[in-house]
């Protein structure tokens, strides 16, 4: 095993023993298992999940931006109750509430506004284009001898309508 493998190896073991857990950029240990029969590491790493767009899948985004769209709304309309509820209270100086109240609002709006910036793109990119749909956890076991470019690189999952067509 080369020199600097056994080092990281020596690392994480400490840190395990320790009881910390380790980030890396790409990875998150998770367990060190030491046998007879050999020593292995298992790592949760990020994949990255894309989707092929088609109708059926433009359909499906619509209605989940919609949806976020919708709860982001109400978020906002409970917000503005409530502020109303406390200055109405005078409990708080309506100045304080006002500060409190216009962070959420703000982070309220501009979530709508992004969704609604999404539904716009989503409407203009072609069928047969690739978007990202977002990131899952991985759990990667490591052997000595495996091919750490191999383990290491970018990994995806293509989806075309709910189905799962490539794993890079």
């Not at 980030?23 to 949760?44: A, C, L, N, Q």
């Not at 092929?52 to 709860?71: A, P, V, Y």
Request: aromatic share 8%.
């Amino acid at each position: 095993m080369p020199l600097v493998l056994i080092l990281i190896k020596k690392y994480l073991l400490i840190l395990c023993k320790n009881g910390r857990g380790i980030t890396f950029p790409i990875f998150s240990m998770v367990k060190i298992h030491m046998s007879r029969i050999g020593d292995f590491m298992k790592f949760i790493r990020k994949t990255t999940i894309k989707q092929i767009i088609t109708s059926e899948s433009r359909n499906q985004l619509k209605e989940k931006f919609d949806l976020k769209i919708g709860q982001a709304k109400k978020e906002l309309e409970q917000l503005q109750f409530e502020k109303k509820k406390l200055i109405y209270q005078k409990k708080f100086s309506q100045s304080k509430v006002e500060k409190r109240f216009v962070v959420e609002e703000n982070k309220r709006q501009q979530l709508i506004e992004w969704y609604e910036y999404q539904l716009q793109q989503l409407h203009d990119i072609p069928d047969g284009n690739e978007i990202v749909e977002g990131e899952v956890d991985e759990v990667v076991e490591v052997d000595i001898g495996d091919n750490w470019d191999a383990i290491s690189g970018n990994r995806s999952i293509l989806i075309k309508d709910g189905k799962i067509i490539d794993i890079n």
